[in-house]
């Protein structure tokens, strides 16, 4: 998360459990959210930091990207950077969390505004769980605060209970 430019990490404790069974060891899950579309670092976002986020996905120039993802520069780098420089924000969140250690899991993300799950909480991977053990969310909004927090989901199906406690993300103001 930042704080005035400053990034600003926040830890919390995974702790899974689904039909009397251990799905999740305790793990750390980590939450950054980070304003990053001027690739330039000319102080401004515009058709310029486009051209290079479209050149760090085409692997033409060296990824320097953090706007997804500390040095990620894959095709969801493009749209952001668009948008940003459209007047739009240029805010994502990045979670990552260590793997459990039963067989065949992957995760659902889900995010809320408040920190007890679950109220206004929404799974944000909706079209499948997720493989592995991380997940980027750019459909943040500025100046919000989004408490974030997992389940994991065995081979049959079973997920467990939410992750303890849900990890908080403040967003930026642009």
Known sequence: MTDGGRFLTHKGILAML???FSLLS???ILAQAV???DLNADGVVDI???QLATD???KLTTCTANAVGTGVCDPVLVPLV???ALGGPCHSVTLNWTASTSPNVSYNV???TQPTPPTGYTKLNTLSPVAGT???DITVQAGQTYYYVATAVDSNNNESAYSAPAVPATIPSP
């Open 56 to 58: 760090m996905v085409l």
């Open 134 to 136: 991380s997940y980027i």
């Open 48 to 50: 310029l930091d486009v």
């Open 82 to 84: 668009t948008n940003a």
């Open 110 to 112: 889900y995010r809320g």
């Open 18 to 20: 689904a039909a009397g």
């Open 35 to 37: 304003n990053a579309c």
């Open 26 to 28: 305790p793990t750390a």
